[in-house]
């Protein structure tokens, strides 16, 4: 009959209008910006850098400025120049940095290669959307400082992803402590070996083998025996 999708459109609407006073499940808006939709892990939006330390982002940033991100970048929104020098990281270990880390988030198009090629996990793509200003041009030009954001931001944001991070991270970090105390020991028994080879006492030198004519002339009889003094041989009388 005609019209009777409307009509069950309209009982849909009217259904949802009357649960809707004492079911919350059957709410069909939020009241934004008061409410806020809890968005999924898999929501992203514009790329951030993870640090590991909230009091001091900039010195324990994932990034080593390997420029991989800026060369996949498909609109060519990244910039980065590396550090001149090195500096530690959480870990320790003395690493290049970026210098200058920056994003145009107008021309980003939230398209994930750069999260998807980074080896270090340093770069994820966040859930803040609310970035509108005034002026499109400096203001969307986001640096290193405004892109930093610490890890405990990106567990909240992604706990599933973010847990799967650093337990792999966590094993990289293990096996390169296992790896290099191995290598520590091999080196320290090597030193050792060596300290005690210089302490030992040289070896003995080897005994002199009598040639075979001497031995010959050992097995003669004492009376056929060359006599060295008369220059001849004493035969028995």
Not at 36 to 59: A, C, I, Q
Not at 174 to 180: M, N, P, S, V, W
């Amino acid at each position: 009959m005609l019209g009777t999708g409307i009509l069950k459109g309209l009982a849909v609407t009217a259904r949802n209008l009357t649960g809707s006073f004492h079911d919350p499940a059957r709410f069909t808006t939020t009241q934004y910006p008061e409410e806020r939709t809890v968005l999924p892990d898999n929501y992203r939006n514009f790329p951030f850098l993870v640090s590991d330390d909230e009091k001091d982002p900039m010195g324990t940033l994932r990034c080593v400025a390997c420029q991989i991100c800026e060369k996949e970048c498909p609109p060519q929104c990244i910039y980065i120049e590396k550090s001149k020098d090195k500096k530690p990281d959480a870990n320790g270990k003395m690493q290049i940095y970026p210098a200058i880390f920056d994003i145009d988030i107008s021309v980003c198009m939230s398209c994930q290669i750069c999260v998807e090629v980074c080896p270090f996990e340093a770069i994820k793509m966040d859930h803040e959307f609310e970035i509108a200003t005034s002026n499109r041009f400096n203001p969307l030009l986001l640096n290193r400082e405004q892109l930093a954001k610490p890890n405990t931001y990106f567990h909240r944001i992604r706990p599933t992803e973010a847990a799967e991070v650093d337990a792999r991270l966590d094993a990289e970090r293990k096996a390169a402590e296992e790896k290099a105390a191995a290598a520590a020991a091999a080196a320290a028994a090597k030193a050792s070996q060596a300290a005690a080879a210089a302490k030992a006492p040289p070896p003995a030198a080897p005994a002199k083998v009598p040639s075979p004519a001497t031995l010959e002339a050992q097995a003669k009889p004492a009376a056929e025996r060359p006599d060295s003094s008369a220059g001849g041989i004493k035969t028995q009388a």
